[in-house]
């Protein structure tokens, strides 16, 4: 399906979604004008998103979804989403931009903490709209935009590892994964109203920092950004390997012991996130996490074949 077919679905989508709820809390003609075409860029976005990998279409119909309680607090979850969706494009070079990726978005997120994001293009527009409007959704004392600058450099982060060929220990890479994943868990349950964030969930962080990592392992090793421990590159080396290439990584009987591993790992924090999801009872909490949890469960059921790893392999216990 081309993207214009699929951004006027999202487009009747979207009027079924405002006909079903409640208008958004700024009355008037030009905060409603300004509501829609925040979804026009939002529906354009999730089109292209489709189109490039249909897994991506659980995930639009969810966040239409969620109301939230909140037209506002709706839209801004799925701005939010698209502007990170969009700058993670940028700097993998799945967007083509004028200029270097990297200094492109390192300008854009100086624009932001200035408060005056300048440009026309799709990333400046949402862009604008996220982050003069997102700090309203924060609780107490709370800068949910923080959390979006937190997730964009390590964004950064991987752009630099991938330029380098940079190589990270098991410890240092776990801590940048979790890291990343609770700036973007944060920044959700945050919009959401959310009573919980990212340390009342850890189980759930973890199984996604594992069975994440595995599933995009040979794209990010093609893009130069290699996830796997520097200890198991090292003795990947010393059987034979002499590229960093998926093939040639994947060839050796360190790198295959540690994808096992690292999936029986990924595995008993998803099991354990199972319990730990089912004793959260705000709903607001319920809408974000348990649909990431239900499509982790079955990325854990199609990962093996794709990897090669036994599915009776016993879960490595967690805590």
Known sequence: ????????????????????????????????????????????????????????????????????????????????????????????????IPGDPEVYVFYLMHQAKAGMIAGRNLPSRLGRFVFENINRFGRNSEIPAEYLHVLVESMLIDRRRARKKLLLSDRQLHTHLVKTLEAAHNAALCISNARARA???????????????????????????????????????????????????????????????????????????GHQLAAIKDRRTSMIVRPLHRGLKHLARRLPPVLGVDISVNLIPVE
């Not at 951004?7 to 208008?23: I, Q, V």
């Not at 309680?69 to 989403?81: D, G, W």
């Not at 090292?234 to 093939?247: E, K, P, V």
Request: net charge neutral; proline share 3%.
């Open 1 to 96: 399906m081309c993207s214009g077919s699929l951004t006027f679905s999202l487009a009747h989508l979207l009027r079924c979604f405002l006909t079903a709820n409640r208008a958004p809390e700024a009355v008037g003609e030009r905060a409603m004008l300004e509501y829609l075409k925040i979804e026009y860029m939002c529906a354009r976005e999730f089109a292209r998103l489709i189109c490039r990998d249909s897994r991506y279409l659980g995930l639009t119909v969810s966040m239409y979804g969620r109301t939230l309680n909140s037209p506002t607090r709706a839209q801004m979850l799925r701005a939010a989403y698209c502007l990170a969706r969009l700058i993670d494009d940028v700097l993998d070079g799945d967007i083509i």
């Open 199 to 273: 340390p009342d969930i850890p189980h759930l962080i973890r199984a996604q920092a594992s069975l994440y990592t595995l599933r995009d392992l040979k794209t990010d090793i093609s893009r130069g950004l290699v996830n796997i421990p520097e200890d198991v590159v090292t003795l990947a080396r010393d059987q034979g390997c002499n590229s960093l290439s998926y093939d040639a990584l994947f060839s050796t009987s360190a790198v295959k012991k540690w994808i096992a591993d690292e999936f029986a790992f990924g595995r008993g924090h998803l099991e354990a996130a």
